[in-house]
C-alpha cells in the first residue's frame, strides 16, 4: 500500500465525507448543465443570424427601397385626397355667397397647407423612386461580382452543433419555477422554497464564493515572489499510480452553497490541461485543501 493515500489535512486523499463528496458530484453535473445553456443559446442566435446573413445586402436595400416607395405613393395618395377635399370646401363655401370673411380666410389657408403637403408628397415619392432605380443597380452590379462582407465571411462564435443541445432546467420542487441558469439556480437555493399545498420545502442556504489557489498537503502548490508566481509539482493519479505533475493553473473560484437540504463545494478552474468549468471539492487532489487568496 501506499501509506501517504490518507484522507484529512496532510493526506493525498479528500478530506470530505462520501455523502459531501456525492453531493459535490452531482453540484457540479447540474451546474455545468446550466452553464452549457449559454452555449445552447449562442448556438441558436449564431443560425439564425447565418440565415439572415444569406440576404445579400444589395437584396435588403432593394426590399427597403420599395418598402420606401410604397408608403411615398401611399402618403402622395392621402394628400392628393386631403388637397381635393379642401379645394372643394372652398369652392362650396364661395358658391354659397356667405360673407365671413374669417371662415374664407381659413379655408384658403388650408387649402394653401394641404397643396404644400401634396407638393412635398411628390418630391418624396421622386426621392423614393430614384433611391430604388440605385438599389436596382447596385443589385445588378452585385450580381455580376459577388462579394461578402467580412461578417458573412466569420465562422460561427459557437460550435456547429451547439444550438443542436436540448436547454437544461432545473426544479426544486413539483411546483416550482423552472430555473435555465446557474444565477437563478443560487438565488433560488438562497432564498429557499415554500409550498403548503404539495408540502414541498427546501429551507434558505447561505452562499459563499471566495477565489482561492489549492493545495495538496500543508504545502502551498502556487507561491508568490516578485517576478510573478511559481507553480510546484503536485501528486496526480494515472494508470501506472501516481506521477507528480505541475497542474497549470491552480488558481481557480470556490463556490459553496451551506445548508440542510443540498450543501455542496465547487471548484472552478482549469486544471490537467482540461477546459474550464466546475468540479465537486475534493475529487481532485488540487481542490483537497483550497487557501484564499
Known sequence: GMP????????????LTPRQLANNLLAAALVNRLCANLMVSLGRVCEDYAAEK??????LAVLHARAVLKEAEEALRLAQQEASDAE????????????????????????GWKTSAQ????????????????????RAEAAVTPSLSWTQKWSTIAPP?????????IRLAETGPLLYSLWDFIDAMQHGLVDRTRGSYVPKHALEVAFVRSAADHLLL????????????????VSTGLSLEALWPLHG????????????????AATNQRPWQ??????HAVSNQPEAL
Not at 4 to 15: A, K, Y
Not at 120 to 132: G, N
Not at 161 to 169: P, Q
Not at 278 to 283: E, N
Open 253 to 268: 473560484l470556490t463556490l459553496r452553497l451551506e445548508g440542510q437540504t443540498f450543501p455542496f463545494s465547487l471548484h472552478l
Open 278 to 283: 466546475f468540479r465537486g471539492m475534493g475529487l
Open 54 to 59: 444569406r440576404v445579400p445586402a444589395e437584396e
Open 4 to 15: 501517504g493515500l490518507l484522507h484529512g489535512p496532510g493526506g493525498l486523499l479528500s478530506p
Open 119 to 138: 407638393e412635398q408628397s411628390c418630391r418624396e415619392l421622386q426621392e423614393a423612386q430614384d433611391a430604388l432605380k440605385v438599389a436596382q443597380a447596385a
Open 222 to 237: 502556487c507561491t508568490q515572489d516578485d517576478k510573478g508566481f511559481v507553480h510546484l509539482p503536485a501528486p496526480l493519479t
Open 161 to 169: 452543433k451547439a444550438s443542436e443541445g436540448e436547454v437544461f432546467a
Open 88 to 111: 372643394t370646401s372652398l369652392r362650396s363655401f364661395l358658391q354659397s355667397g356667405e360673407l365671413e370673411a374669417d371662415r374664407q380666410r381659413h379655408l384658403q389657408s388650408v387649402v
